[in-house]
């Protein structure tokens, strides 16, 4: 089975970074479409940013020119550099990916989440 796993979550000041990595492990054939989610408390989980297997991103307009979001292919693992973070950045931040095991079906799978915290 594929499991998704977030780290690198933690406490920030208002104007800080942190990046997040993702790493996908198991049975994997290939890593289609990868993106992060964020969900704040009270609301509803929405869409951080994206990226295709080929590189290209997309980005929610509220993170736009502060977030960037990346992959190694070879290790299986996205990343998100957050930058100039905001206490409405604070939030649970969920990796998402289409994966595909070596029947070749794509599936979409979670990881567990890592909490980020922005906070004077």
């Known amino acids: 089975q594929v499991q998704l796993v977030e780290s690198g979550g933690g406490l920030v000041q208002p104007g800080g970074s942190l990046r997040l990595s993702c790493a996908a492990s198991?049975?994997?054939?290939?890593?289609?479409?990868m993106g992060w989610y964020r969900q704040a408390p009270g609301k509803q989980r929405e869409l951080v940013a994206t990226i295709t297997s080929g590189g290209s991103t997309n980005y929610a307009d509220s993170v736009k020119g502060r977030f960037t979001i990346s992959r190694d292919n070879a290790k299986n693992t996205m990343y998100l550099e957050m930058n100039s973070l905001k206490p409405e950045d604070t939030a649970v931040y969920y990796c998402?990916?289409?994966?595909?095991?070596?029947?070749?079906?794509?599936?979409?799978?979670w990881g567990q989440g890592t909490q980020v915290t922005v906070s004077s």
């Open positions: 198991g049975s994997i054939f290939s890593i289609n479409a």
């Open positions: 998402n990916a289409e994966i595909s095991g070596f029947r070749r079906v794509p599936y979409d799978y």
